[in-house]
């Protein structure tokens, strides 16, 4: 009776595609809009991850986020670096610097200043160069990422349109921060950010220099705890001791996060956008698998005559929605997958975790069960007489 | 003395039935009396209104009565508990509905196998007795057929093979021939009448079609939920 009713399914087929469409269309909606959001907070923490040398964050108690301007005294770090258990700390600068490319033109930048001894805090993957090479005079690293579109230089020739050709920077090139030289010793890997501002890594001395003078310029204090140390324990002990913010890597992305979906309307736009895919699918493929189960009234009141159980027919139904929803989620998170892939990461901030097509999956099984029960109650309720009413 | 022992498949005395509650009610079945024999083919006609969906519903064990006693194939079908009966009626009863009711989007086979397949049959048996039953109706070869490829006549015959697919004892026919023109009709009644007397089966017919009359064994005639009057047709044309 199962291949019958997977038949019965298949074979209607303006409305097996209408039921299909929905799935598929709320599927989609629901994980790419869901994939976007995901993608959209992890950037606001990418510069977390991109420094994981740090075991702890030392921060002003009142910053809101990693992007946050809240610098601290000088005189924290050597407090820092007085509590029990700390293996070493070091400075971090981090702040948005102008920039002044060769042919005049002018961006913004983040200026992300590591510690000149040991250079914790840098890139973790070189392009080209090394980041030892930062100990030069004037150096800084750049990322990768915005070199094509922001960071261009000339190349004195002009094309056809008389329009000066350009090319992203590369090593070697020289630009000015705040007006002060600075020479590109290397190329860097990173993962996209919130902000969409180029990354310029140097010393921290030499950020200073890049900076305009103000008392306070540390950004944040990098931590490593000692060996058997707990990091939880020995944030907590910072805080209690310093009066500063100290948290491990994963609980201040958490911050960060947190800051942009509380501020921000960001969860509220992508809500909507993923509650609709939701009510479509109620509406559309729910809709239609009622109206498809109401059609096959006829044909479950005779074979309930015919002595089928009433047990029976919900398992047929029951199967028909499980095929439908299964065929349907497929199709929304292979389409909802292919635009993540096909799409330039740089341009689209999507990030599919397993816990979307789960989500998406238990959405799509709420549409399928809900038009299921409301069909399977007319089933229930069907009376096999019915059948001799013409 | 039993309906068996009688050799009646059917034997109901003074059945009862109201539907609604108060100023609502509406009475179907005022005392309505029925006996058929196994191997004849009785049919039930009157007005619309007067009862006879409502007495072949009892007698096919799909409505309880409110009064009255009956016996269907040896059993009073509302003595059965629900799963039982519903059981029963899938063995002993075959159906065949006006509108044919064959699920449009399975083909001839797979429609006859219905009943089979609700039995626990496995699919290969199913699908051999379905093959066998549409050879009996006359559709050799049109077993991959969809009900939509099939004339109205067809339709119905692959309905009659879906009906006598478990051999039922006993065969209820709700205006088989109201979808048909007057050949098909009759050729469809020919069927049924032929594969009632070979096989012994009862077979309870509604009708409005007088074409059909000369079918039946018996002509039961109903009105205001009573059986008035039982007539053997004049079967010069049979």
Same mark, same amino acid.
């Given at each position: 009776?199962?291949?019958?009713?997977?038949? &019965?399914?298949?074979? =209607?087929?303006?409305?097996?595609?209408?039921?299909?469409?929905?799935l598929?269309?709320a599927s989609?909606?629901i994980a790419? @809009?869901?994939?976007?959001?995901?993608?959209?907070?992890?950037?606001?923490?990418?510069?977390?991850?991109?420094?994981? @040398?740090?075991?702890?964050?030392?921060?002003?108690?009142?910053?809101?986020?990693?992007?946050?301007?809240?610098?601290?005294? =000088?005189?924290?770090?050597?407090?820092?670096?007085?509590?029990?258990?700390?293996?070493?700390?070091?400075?971090?600068?981090?702040?948005?610097? +102008?920039?002044?490319?060769? =042919?005049?033109?002018?961006?913004?930048?983040?200026?992300?200043?590591?510690?000149?001894?040991?250079?914790?805090?840098?890139?973790?993957?070189?392009?080209?160069?090394?980041?030892?090479?930062?100990? @030069?005079?004037?150096?800084?690293?750049?990322?990768?990422?915005?070199?094509?579109?922001? /960071?261009?230089?000339?190349?004195?020739?002009?094309?056809?349109?008389?329009?000066?050709?350009?090319?992203?920077?590369?090593?070697? =090139?020289?630009?000015?921060?705040?007006?002060?030289?600075?020479? %590109?010793?290397?190329?860097?890997?990173?993962?996209?950010?919130?902000?969409?501002?180029?990354? %310029?890594?140097?010393?921290?001395?030499?950020?200073?220099?890049?900076?305009?003078?103000?008392?306070?310029?540390?950004?944040?204090?990098?931590?490593?705890?000692?060996?058997?140390?707990?990091?939880?324990?020995?944030?907590?002990?910072?805080?209690?001791?310093?009066?500063?913010?100290?948290?491990?890597?994963?609980?201040?992305?958490?911050?960060?996060? +947190?800051?942009?979906?509380?501020?921000?309307?960001?969860?509220?736009?992508?809500?909507?956008?993923?509650?609709?895919?939701f009510?479509?699918g109620v509406?559309?493929a729910g @809709?239609?698998f009622?109206?498809?189960?109401?059609?096959?009234?006829?044909?479950?009141?005779? &074979?309930?005559? &015919?002595?089928?159980?009433?047990?029976?027919?919900?398992?047929? %139904?029951a199967l028909q929605g499980a095929v439908a929803g299964a065929i349907g989620l497929g199709?929304g998170l292979?389409?909802?997958?292919?635009?993540?892939?096909?799409?330039?990461?740089?341009? /689209?901030?999507?990030? &599919?975790?397993?816990?979307?097509p789960v989500i998406t999956a238990g959405a799509v099984l709420v549409i399928v069960v809900g038009a299921s029960l409301?069909?399977?109650?007319?089933?229930?309720?069907?009376?096999?007489?019915?059948?001799?009413?013409? | 003395?039993?309906?068996?022992?009688?050799? *009646?498949?059917?034997?109901?005395?003074?059945?009862?039935?109201?539907?609604?509650?108060?100023?609502?009610? #509406?009475?179907?079945?005022?005392?309505?009396? *029925?006996?058929?024999?196994?191997?004849?083919?009785?049919?039930?006609?009157?007005?619309?209104?007067?009862?006879?969906?409502?007495?072949?519903?009892?007698?096919?064990? *799909?409505?309880?009565?409110?009064?009255?006693?009956?016996?269907?194939?040896?059993?009073?079908?509302?003595?059965?508990?629900?799963?039982?009966?519903?059981?029963?009626?899938?063995?002993?009863?075959?159906?065949?509905?006006?509108?044919?009711?064959?699920?449009?989007?399975?083909?001839?086979?797979?429609?006859?196998?219905?009943? *089979?397949?609700?039995?626990?049959?496995?699919?290969?048996?199913?699908?051999?007795?379905?093959?066998?039953?549409?050879?009996? #109706?006359?559709?050799?070869? !049109?077993?991959?057929?969809?009900?939509?490829?099939?004339?109205?006549?067809?339709?119905?015959?692959?309905?009659?093979?879906?009906?006598?697919?478990?051999?039922?004892?006993?065969?209820?026919?709700?205006?088989?021939?109201?979808?048909?023109?007057?050949?098909?009709?009759?050729?469809?009644?020919?069927?049924?009448?032929?594969?009632?007397?070979?096989?012994?089966?009862?077979?309870? #017919?509604?009708?409005?079609?007088?074409?059909?009359? !000369?079918?039946?064994?018996?002509?039961?005639?109903?009105?205001?939920?009573? #059986?008035? !009057?039982?007539?053997?047709?004049?079967?010069?044309?049979?």
């Amino acid at each position: 009776m199962f291949r019958i009713s997977i038949k &019965m399914l298949f074979g =209607d087929g303006a409305r097996f595609y209408g039921i299909l469409l929905g799935l598929a269309f709320a599927s989609l909606l629901i994980a790419q @809009q869901s994939s976007i959001f995901v993608g959209l907070m992890s950037r606001t923490s990418a510069f977390i991850r991109d420094t994981p @040398q740090a075991d702890i964050w030392v921060t002003d108690p009142d910053l809101l986020s990693v992007d946050d301007a809240k610098a601290l005294r =000088d005189a924290d770090l050597q407090r820092v670096r007085g509590v029990p258990g700390v293996a070493w700390a070091v400075p971090l600068f981090k702040g948005l610097l +102008g920039v002044r490319l060769d =042919d005049g033109r002018r961006t913004v930048c983040e200026v992300i200043g590591i510690d000149d001894a040991t250079l914790i805090g840098g890139p973790h993957t070189m392009l080209e160069g090394k980041l030892e090479d930062l100990r @030069q005079a004037d150096a800084v690293i750049v990322s990768h990422r915005r070199l094509a579109r922001e /960071l261009r230089m000339a190349t004195g020739e002009r094309g056809p349109d008389g329009k000066s050709i350009d090319r992203p920077m590369r090593v070697g =090139d020289e630009m000015e921060l705040n007006e002060r030289r600075a020479r %590109v010793v290397g190329i860097c890997v990173n993962e996209e950010s919130f902000q969409y501002v180029p990354q %310029v890594y140097t010393t921290y001395s030499r950020a200073l220099q890049f900076q305009p003078a103000v008392r306070r310029v540390m950004s944040m204090v990098l931590v490593k705890a000692e060996p058997g140390i707990n990091p939880a324990d020995l944030a907590r002990r910072i805080e209690e001791r310093t009066g500063l913010s100290a948290l491990a890597a994963s609980p201040f992305q958490w911050k960060t996060i +947190g800051f942009w979906m509380r501020e921000t309307g960001i969860p509220i736009n992508f809500g909507i956008a993923i509650a609709l895919g939701f009510f479509v699918g109620v509406a559309i493929a729910g @809709q239609m698998f009622y109206n498809f189960t109401l059609e096959n009234l006829k044909y479950f009141g005779a &074979m309930k005559a &015919m002595g089928a159980s009433s047990w029976l027919l919900l398992r047929m %139904v029951a199967l028909q929605g499980a095929v439908a929803g299964a065929i349907g989620l497929g199709l929304g998170l292979g389409i909802a997958s292919a635009i993540g892939l096909l799409n330039n990461p740089d341009h /689209l901030a999507f990030v &599919m975790t397993w816990h979307i097509p789960v989500i998406t999956a238990g959405a799509v099984l709420v549409i399928v069960v809900g038009a299921s029960l409301i069909s399977m109650i007319r089933v229930i309720r069907l009376d096999p007489k019915s059948v001799f009413q013409g | 003395m039993s309906a068996v022992a009688t050799n *009646l498949a059917i034997d109901a005395t003074g059945l009862t039935k109201a539907y609604g509650k108060d100023d609502d009610r #509406v009475v179907a079945l005022a005392g309505a009396d *029925l006996q058929v024999p196994y191997g004849e083919l009785v049919m039930l006609v009157g007005p619309s209104g007067c009862g006879k969906t409502t007495l072949i519903s009892i007698l096919a064990g *799909l409505l309880t009565r409110d009064g009255g006693s009956c016996s269907v194939l040896g059993v009073d079908p509302q003595a059965l508990p629900n799963g039982v009966r519903t059981a029963w009626r899938g063995r002993h009863v075959g159906f065949v509905f006006q509108q044919f009711n064959l699920v449009p989007t399975i083909t001839a086979q797979e429609n006859v196998a219905i009943p *089979l397949l609700i039995q626990g049959a496995s699919r290969r048996e199913a699908m051999s007795r379905a093959h066998e039953m549409l050879r009996r #109706v006359g559709l050799s070869g !049109r077993e991959r057929s969809l009900p939509p490829q099939m004339s109205g006549g067809q339709q119905q015959r692959v309905a009659i093979a879906r009906a006598l697919a478990p051999d039922p004892r006993l065969l209820v026919c709700d205006e088989p021939t109201s979808a048909l023109d007057g050949a098909t009709g009759q050729s469809v009644m020919e069927l049924v009448a032929r594969v009632a007397r070979e096989d012994g089966h009862a077979v309870v #017919v509604i009708t409005h079609d007088e074409r059909i009359f !000369r079918f039946a064994d018996r002509i039961a005639h109903m009105d205001d939920g009573r #059986v008035t !009057r039982t007539d053997v047709p004049a079967k010069e044309h049979a």
